[in-house]
């Protein structure tokens, strides 16, 4: 399939379940707040619309401006989120973009906002990117058909010491080294085209008893070049950052990451969010006089139960980490007041 807002059949199935679903519902809740009946999401990672459909049918007044970087999967979630009507806005580009131009697309400050970060389960089986070592497809890995790097662009053109370096940062990969002088000599003969033949490349490349693990040889080096192909964590900072800038007084953010490199990110910035005083350890009082802005509205990250992780296999990884972002004293006397 080439990459475009392709026909999608209007009774198409999903093949991507959201992960910690029943918790964002909770925790994301816009039932009870004070802006409760005017709510208004940002779903950063739309995917195939699994978290926005389920927020849209409990939460009946809320609506969802549905952010992706894949033309093709949102036209997917397009067909199943038709039914909401103009409850649901789509917006295509990334989350990063976005959100660091917010307020000049006319929207109001978001109530909600969740990233769900990573790709789909579609991105796997059927956008035929070369995104899994099983499959016999084109080394592409872009979620943008505008992007101009390529996963083949970069194993066919990356000296040697960047790409161990790619491999290793991206994905903690013990034997980047090993790995990337394997692709290296391979390439002198022919460029590396297919998924399949990088993850045989791979395989060959490290020691026997590292194939018979948990995890397929070519898994980290895989998730490596999708990260860099994509920026992944080049956007993930900055994006959070607009995220809360933007997001309204009382409003809340929540980020489900899938490895630890992103949920570090997500974990200093939420905490720096929540802290009082950042002034250095030995300081005898506060000179800073920072005052927090959120607070956590989990006490750790949120995991999947056993029973999800047995049903869906992917939430393994997920952690869920949500703040709140506090409103300023007068606004919360007035609301109070207004409670009362
Ligand atoms: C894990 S999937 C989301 C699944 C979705 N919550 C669902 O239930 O169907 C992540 C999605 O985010 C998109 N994505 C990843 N990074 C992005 C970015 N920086 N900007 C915009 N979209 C991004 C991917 O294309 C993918 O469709």
Not at 43 to 64: P, V, W
Not at 197 to 217: N, S, T
Request: hydrophobic letters at 40%; one cysteine or more; a neutral charge.
């Amino acid at each position: 399939m080439g990459m475009g807002e392709d026909f999608v059949s209007e009774d198409y199935l999903p093949v991507h379940r959201p992960v910690l679903l029943a918790e964002c519902l909770n925790y994301l809740s816009p039932a009870g707040e004070a802006y409760a009946h005017e709510a208004l999401m940002i779903d950063c990672t739309l995917g195939e619309g699994g978290h926005s459909e389920a927020f849209l049918t409990k939460y009946t007044d809320l609506r969802i401006i549905g952010l992706d970087a894949d033309p093709e999967i949102q036209a997917r979630a397009k067909v199943r989120l038709a039914a909401f009507g103009s409850r649901v806005t789509f917006h295509t580009g990334w989350f990063n973009d976005f959100l660091a131009n917010y307020f000049s697309g006319n929207y109001p400050p978001p109530n909600l906002i969740l990233f769900d970060l990573g790709v789909s389960v579609y991105h796997y089986e059927l956008s035929g990117r070369g995104f899994s070592f099983s499959a016999d497809e084109n080394l592409d890995m872009r979620l943008n058909p505008l992007s101009e790097a390529t996963a083949a662009g970069l194993v066919n053109r990356l000296p040697e010491t960047e790409l161990a370096d790619v491999i290793f940062r991206f994905a903690d990969e013990q034997y980047s080294r090993r790995i990337a002088r394997a692709i290296t000599e391979r390439r002198k003969s022919a460029a590396i085209r297919t998924a399949a033949e990088l993850a045989e490349i791979v395989y060959q490349a490290v020691p026997a008893v590292y194939r018979h693990g948990g995890i397929h040889p070519a898994t980290r080096t895989f998730q490596a070049l999708r990260i860099a192909v994509n920026a992944e964590l080049a956007r993930l900072f900055p994006a959070l950052q607009s995220a809360f800038e933007i997001l309204s007084p009382g409003g809340k953010l929540g980020v489900i990451s899938f490895h630890s490199l992103e949920d570090r990110v997500v974990k200093n910035y939420f905490r720096s969010l929540c802290r009082d005083c950042v002034c250095p350890p030995g300081e005898p009082i506060c000179i800073c006089g920072r005052k927090r802005v959120a607070e956590g509205l989990a006490k750790k990250s949120v995991t999947a139960g056993e029973a999800e992780v047995r049903a869906n296999p992917p939430s393994r990884s997920a952690r869920l980490r949500v703040v709140r972002k506090l409103e300023n004293e007068n606004a919360a006397r007035k609301r109070f007041a207004s409670i009362k």
